[in-house]
């Protein structure tokens, strides 16, 4: 089995910045893509940033150029600096890993979500 944990969300102020973590443990043999997804309330998940594990990225339109996704393949840890934030971004953000197990099985992941708030 594989867990994912976030940690570094919180309340900030508009303009302001958060780091976003999240480590996988478990039975890992390799992971793929990394990301990260937030939900608003009253609206759909949404594709937040994704990492390759050749550190190919992807951001979201609404995020491109604020925020940075990237990874510690030797940490199995993927980050979120997220800069210049707007209450607009407020949502629980979710991490997603597609994880190869030391059985071979290939499995897509979610964490429990960190609530970020941004205030104006």
């Known amino acids: 089995q594989v867990q994912l944990v976030e940690s570094g969300g919180g309340l900030v102020q508009a303009g302001g910045s958060l780091r976003l973590s999240c480590a996988a443990s478990g039975s890992i043999f390799s992971i793929n893509a990394m990301g990260w997804y937030r939900q608003a309330p009253g609206k759909q998940r949404e594709l937040v940033a994704a990492i390759t594990g050749g550190g190919s990225t992807n951001y979201a339109d609404s995020v491109r150029g604020r925020f940075t996704i990237s990874r510690d393949n030797a940490k199995n840890t993927v980050y979120l600096q997220m800069n210049s934030l707007k209450p607009e971004d407020t949502a629980v953000y979710y991490c997603?890993?597609?994880?190869?197990?030391?059985?071979?099985?290939?499995?897509?992941?979610w964490g429990q979500g960190t609530q970020v708030t941004v205030s104006s």
């Open positions: 997603n890993a597609d994880v190869w197990d030391i059985a071979t099985r290939r499995n897509n992941y």
